[in-house]
Protein backbone atom coordinates (compact mmCIF):
# COMPACT_ATOMS: atom_id res chain seq x y z
CA UNK A 1 0.00 0.00 0.00
CA UNK A 2 0.68 3.89 -0.61
CA UNK A 3 -0.18 6.62 1.56
CA UNK A 4 -0.20 10.04 1.07
CA UNK A 5 -1.79 12.97 2.91
CA UNK A 6 -3.74 15.82 1.02
CA UNK A 7 -4.87 17.81 4.35
CA UNK A 8 -4.42 16.97 7.84
CA UNK A 9 -5.60 20.22 9.48
CA UNK A 10 -8.63 19.96 11.47
CA UNK A 11 -12.03 22.29 11.80
CA UNK A 12 -11.08 25.01 8.59
CA UNK A 13 -8.54 25.53 6.44
CA UNK A 14 -5.56 28.04 7.05
CA UNK A 15 -3.07 29.62 5.46
CA UNK A 16 0.19 31.84 6.03
CA UNK A 17 4.03 32.42 8.00
CA UNK A 18 4.23 29.37 10.11
CA UNK A 19 1.88 27.08 8.82
CA UNK A 20 3.75 25.89 5.64
CA UNK A 21 5.45 22.41 6.95
CA UNK A 22 2.29 20.63 7.68
CA UNK A 23 0.06 22.48 5.47
CA UNK A 24 -3.70 23.75 5.55
CA UNK A 25 -5.64 21.90 3.92
CA UNK A 26 -8.37 19.57 5.68
CA UNK A 27 -8.75 16.04 5.98
CA UNK A 28 -7.76 13.95 2.80
CA UNK A 29 -5.67 10.97 2.05
CA UNK A 30 -5.33 8.57 -0.20
CA UNK A 31 -4.18 4.80 -0.21
CA UNK A 32 -2.92 3.06 -3.45
CA UNK A 33 -3.29 -0.88 -3.13
CA UNK A 34 -1.23 -3.45 -4.89
CA UNK A 35 -3.70 -4.01 -7.01
CA UNK A 36 -3.78 -0.18 -7.86
CA UNK A 37 -6.96 0.62 -6.81
CA UNK A 38 -7.52 4.14 -5.52
CA UNK A 39 -9.21 4.68 -1.74
CA UNK A 40 -9.55 8.19 -0.18
CA UNK A 41 -10.13 8.98 2.63
CA UNK A 42 -12.36 12.34 3.32
CA UNK A 43 -13.19 14.81 1.50
CA UNK A 44 -11.10 18.08 3.11
CA UNK A 45 -10.18 20.79 0.74
CA UNK A 46 -6.79 18.64 0.27
CA UNK A 47 -9.14 17.12 -2.59
CA UNK A 48 -9.32 19.58 -4.74
CA UNK A 49 -5.37 18.90 -5.32
CA UNK A 50 -6.01 15.43 -5.21
CA UNK A 51 -8.51 15.57 -8.06
CA UNK A 52 -6.22 17.32 -10.16
CA UNK A 53 -4.17 15.18 -10.26
CA UNK A 54 -6.29 12.35 -10.80
CA UNK A 55 -7.29 14.14 -13.95
CA UNK A 56 -3.79 14.55 -15.01
CA UNK A 57 -3.08 10.95 -14.65
CA UNK A 58 -6.26 9.29 -15.52
CA UNK A 59 -4.89 5.94 -17.52
CA UNK A 60 -8.21 4.39 -17.03
CA UNK A 61 -11.75 4.67 -18.21
CA UNK A 62 -13.70 5.18 -16.47
CA UNK A 63 -11.33 6.13 -13.35
CA UNK A 64 -12.94 3.95 -10.22
CA UNK A 65 -12.66 5.24 -6.80
CA UNK A 66 -13.18 4.75 -3.99
CA UNK A 67 -14.30 7.31 -0.92
CA UNK A 68 -14.65 6.69 2.73
CA UNK A 69 -16.18 9.19 4.79
CA UNK A 70 -15.67 9.08 8.62
CA UNK A 71 -18.81 11.09 9.05
CA UNK A 72 -20.13 14.16 7.77
CA UNK A 73 -18.88 17.51 9.47
CA UNK A 74 -17.58 20.35 7.10
CA UNK A 75 -14.00 19.80 7.33
CA UNK A 76 -14.26 16.25 6.39
CA UNK A 77 -16.54 17.02 3.36
CA UNK A 78 -16.41 20.80 2.65
CA UNK A 79 -13.42 19.86 -0.33
CA UNK A 80 -15.97 17.66 -2.47
CA UNK A 81 -17.57 20.44 -4.38
CA UNK A 82 -14.70 21.20 -5.63
CA UNK A 83 -13.47 17.60 -6.81
CA UNK A 84 -12.51 17.74 -10.28
CA UNK A 85 -13.45 13.94 -11.52
CA UNK A 86 -16.87 14.60 -9.33
CA UNK A 87 -17.56 16.53 -12.84
CA UNK A 88 -16.31 13.08 -15.56
CA UNK A 89 -18.51 11.16 -16.71
CA UNK A 90 -15.50 8.89 -17.04
CA UNK A 91 -15.57 8.68 -13.07
CA UNK A 92 -17.39 6.00 -10.90
CA UNK A 93 -17.06 7.35 -7.66
CA UNK A 94 -18.47 4.70 -5.05
CA UNK A 95 -19.23 6.77 -1.13
CA UNK A 96 -19.22 4.52 1.49
CA UNK A 97 -19.97 5.91 4.94
CA UNK A 98 -21.72 4.96 8.35
CA UNK A 99 -25.68 6.27 7.15
CA UNK A 100 -28.09 4.90 4.83
CA UNK A 101 -26.89 5.32 0.75
CA UNK A 102 -30.07 7.49 0.82
CA UNK A 103 -29.03 9.85 3.72
CA UNK A 104 -25.29 9.65 2.38
CA UNK A 105 -26.87 10.78 -0.98
CA UNK A 106 -29.12 13.30 1.10
CA UNK A 107 -26.48 15.41 3.06
CA UNK A 108 -23.97 15.77 -0.05
CA UNK A 109 -26.81 16.91 -2.10
CA UNK A 110 -27.83 19.64 0.57
CA UNK A 111 -23.59 20.56 0.37
CA UNK A 112 -23.71 20.89 -3.45
CA UNK A 113 -26.62 22.20 -4.15
CA UNK A 114 -28.48 26.07 -4.75
CA UNK A 115 -27.93 28.78 -3.06
CA UNK A 116 -24.42 27.49 -1.67
CA UNK A 117 -23.17 25.99 -4.85
CA UNK A 118 -23.79 26.81 -8.41
CA UNK A 119 -24.68 23.25 -9.81
CA UNK A 120 -26.79 20.60 -8.19
CA UNK A 121 -24.92 17.28 -6.65
CA UNK A 122 -27.05 15.14 -8.67
CA UNK A 123 -26.27 17.24 -11.71
CA UNK A 124 -22.01 16.24 -11.57
CA UNK A 125 -21.63 13.87 -14.41
CA UNK A 126 -19.51 11.15 -12.53
CA UNK A 127 -21.41 7.84 -11.92
CA UNK A 128 -21.86 8.19 -8.00
CA UNK A 129 -22.52 4.82 -5.82
CA UNK A 130 -23.76 4.54 -2.52
CA UNK A 131 -22.64 1.99 0.56
CA UNK A 132 -23.39 1.63 3.99
CA UNK A 133 -20.17 0.70 6.21
CA UNK A 134 -22.19 -2.24 8.09
CA UNK A 135 -20.30 -5.46 7.30
CA UNK A 136 -17.54 -5.96 9.91
CA UNK A 137 -15.15 -6.01 6.38
CA UNK A 138 -15.18 -5.63 2.99
CA UNK A 139 -12.37 -5.63 0.03
CA UNK A 140 -11.51 -3.06 -1.76
CA UNK A 141 -9.24 -4.77 -4.31
CA UNK A 142 -6.72 -6.77 -1.82
CA UNK A 143 -7.23 -4.14 0.51
CA UNK A 144 -9.50 -5.04 3.79
CA UNK A 145 -11.16 -2.28 5.04
CA UNK A 146 -12.64 -2.85 8.59
CA UNK A 147 -14.16 -0.34 11.18
CA UNK A 148 -14.52 0.88 14.47
CA UNK A 149 -16.88 3.67 16.14
CA UNK A 150 -15.68 6.59 17.93
CA UNK A 151 -16.18 9.29 20.65
CA UNK A 152 -17.20 12.24 18.28
CA UNK A 153 -20.61 14.76 18.54
CA UNK A 154 -22.93 13.16 15.83
CA UNK A 155 -20.30 10.09 15.14
CA UNK A 156 -17.51 9.14 13.52
CA UNK A 157 -15.57 6.12 12.38
CA UNK A 158 -12.23 4.73 12.66
CA UNK A 159 -11.00 2.87 8.99
CA UNK A 160 -8.46 -0.19 9.52
CA UNK A 161 -7.01 -0.92 5.73
CA UNK A 162 -4.45 -3.94 5.57
CA UNK A 163 -2.81 -6.19 2.82
CA UNK A 164 -1.05 -9.09 4.16
CA UNK A 165 0.96 -7.86 7.02
CA UNK A 166 0.82 -4.21 7.07
CA UNK A 167 -2.28 -2.20 8.03
CA UNK A 168 -3.10 1.59 8.54
CA UNK A 169 -5.73 3.28 11.03
CA UNK A 170 -7.23 6.49 10.80
CA UNK A 171 -8.23 7.11 13.88
CA UNK A 172 -9.07 11.05 14.18
CA UNK A 173 -12.27 13.10 15.13
CA UNK A 174 -12.09 10.66 18.26
CA UNK A 175 -11.43 11.19 22.53
CA UNK A 176 -10.68 8.91 25.28
CA UNK A 177 -13.52 8.33 27.14
CA UNK A 178 -13.78 10.52 30.92
CA UNK A 179 -11.08 8.83 33.47
CA UNK A 180 -10.00 6.01 30.60
CA UNK A 181 -8.81 4.58 27.79
CA UNK A 182 -11.01 3.74 24.48
CA UNK A 183 -10.13 -0.36 25.09
CA UNK A 184 -12.51 -0.72 21.97
CA UNK A 185 -10.20 1.57 20.03
CA UNK A 186 -6.85 -0.34 21.60
CA UNK A 187 -8.49 -3.48 20.55
CA UNK A 188 -9.09 -2.60 16.45
CA UNK A 189 -5.54 -0.76 16.70
CA UNK A 190 -3.96 -3.72 17.90
CA UNK A 191 -0.68 -4.15 15.89
CA UNK A 192 -1.37 -1.36 13.34
CA UNK A 193 1.56 -0.78 11.34
CA UNK A 194 0.61 2.80 11.12
CA UNK A 195 -2.20 4.59 13.96
CA UNK A 196 -3.13 7.91 12.61
CA UNK A 197 -4.28 9.59 15.29
CA UNK A 198 -6.30 13.07 16.52
CA UNK A 199 -4.04 15.23 17.92
CA UNK A 200 -6.25 18.57 17.93
CA UNK A 201 -5.28 20.23 21.60
CA UNK A 202 -2.57 19.89 23.93
CA UNK A 203 -2.69 18.26 27.03
CA UNK A 204 -3.35 21.66 28.33
CA UNK A 205 -5.73 23.21 25.48
CA UNK A 206 -7.63 19.55 26.43
CA UNK A 207 -8.12 20.24 29.85
CA UNK A 208 -9.21 23.84 30.12
CA UNK A 209 -12.76 23.43 28.70
CA UNK A 210 -12.28 21.20 25.29
CA UNK A 211 -13.43 18.33 27.18
CA UNK A 212 -16.70 16.19 25.16
CA UNK A 213 -15.83 17.89 22.28
CA UNK A 214 -14.60 14.59 20.14
CA UNK A 215 -11.09 15.76 20.24
CA UNK A 216 -8.16 14.47 21.39
CA UNK A 217 -4.32 15.07 22.20
CA UNK A 218 -0.56 13.61 20.95
CA UNK A 219 -0.29 12.94 24.88
CA UNK A 220 -3.66 10.35 24.62
CA UNK A 221 -2.85 9.23 21.19
CA UNK A 222 1.05 7.60 22.56
CA UNK A 223 -1.10 5.57 25.47
CA UNK A 224 -3.24 4.12 23.06
CA UNK A 225 -0.14 3.36 20.33
CA UNK A 226 1.90 1.85 24.02
CA UNK A 227 -1.17 -0.33 24.89
CA UNK A 228 -1.90 -1.57 21.25
CA UNK A 229 1.98 -2.33 20.64
CA UNK A 230 1.58 -0.13 17.07
CA UNK A 231 4.57 0.42 15.16
CA UNK A 232 4.34 4.35 14.53
CA UNK A 233 1.97 6.42 15.51
CA UNK A 234 1.28 9.62 13.54
CA UNK A 235 -0.54 12.74 14.79
CA UNK A 236 -2.89 14.14 12.67
CA UNK A 237 -6.09 17.01 12.73
CA UNK A 238 -4.02 19.70 13.58
CA UNK A 239 -5.36 22.48 15.68
CA UNK A 240 -6.01 25.59 13.02
CA UNK A 241 -4.79 27.76 15.35
CA UNK A 242 -1.10 25.66 15.86
CA UNK A 243 1.94 27.01 14.20
CA UNK A 244 4.66 24.51 12.82
CA UNK A 245 6.73 25.54 15.50
CA UNK A 246 4.49 24.45 18.12
CA UNK A 247 2.90 20.93 16.07
CA UNK A 248 6.94 20.39 16.09
CA UNK A 249 7.28 20.47 19.22
CA UNK A 250 4.05 18.17 19.97
CA UNK A 251 5.60 15.58 18.16
CA UNK A 252 8.88 16.02 20.14
CA UNK A 253 7.25 15.66 23.98
CA UNK A 254 5.07 12.63 22.07
CA UNK A 255 8.38 11.05 21.14
CA UNK A 256 9.46 10.69 24.56
CA UNK A 257 6.77 8.78 25.55
CA UNK A 258 6.20 6.88 22.32
CA UNK A 259 9.95 7.37 20.34
CA UNK A 260 8.46 6.05 16.99
CA UNK A 261 6.25 9.40 16.63
CA UNK A 262 6.10 11.43 13.51
CA UNK A 263 3.42 13.75 12.29
CA UNK A 264 1.33 13.74 9.08
CA UNK A 265 2.01 16.67 6.69
CA UNK A 266 0.52 17.71 3.25
CA UNK A 267 2.78 15.61 0.53
CA UNK A 268 4.54 13.03 3.06
CA UNK A 269 3.89 9.78 0.67
CA UNK A 270 4.86 6.55 2.63
CA UNK A 271 5.26 2.95 1.10
CA UNK A 272 4.23 -0.08 2.88
Not at 154 to 173: M, R
Request: include cysteine; charged fraction near 25%.
Amino acid sequence: MELEFWGVRGTIPVSGRGKNKYGGHTPCATLIGSSGETIIVDAGTGIRELGDKLIKERRERPLPLSLLLTHFHLDHIMGLPFFAPLFSAETVITFYAMSSPRETEKYLSTLIASPFFPKDFGETKATKLFKKVEEQSFALGRVLVSHCPLHHPQGSIAYKFQEKEKSIVFATDTENPLGGIDERLVSFVQGASIFIYDATFTPEEYETGRKGWGHSTWLEGTKIAKEAKVSDLCLSHFNPDHSDRKIDRMVSLAKKEFPQTFAAREGLKIDL
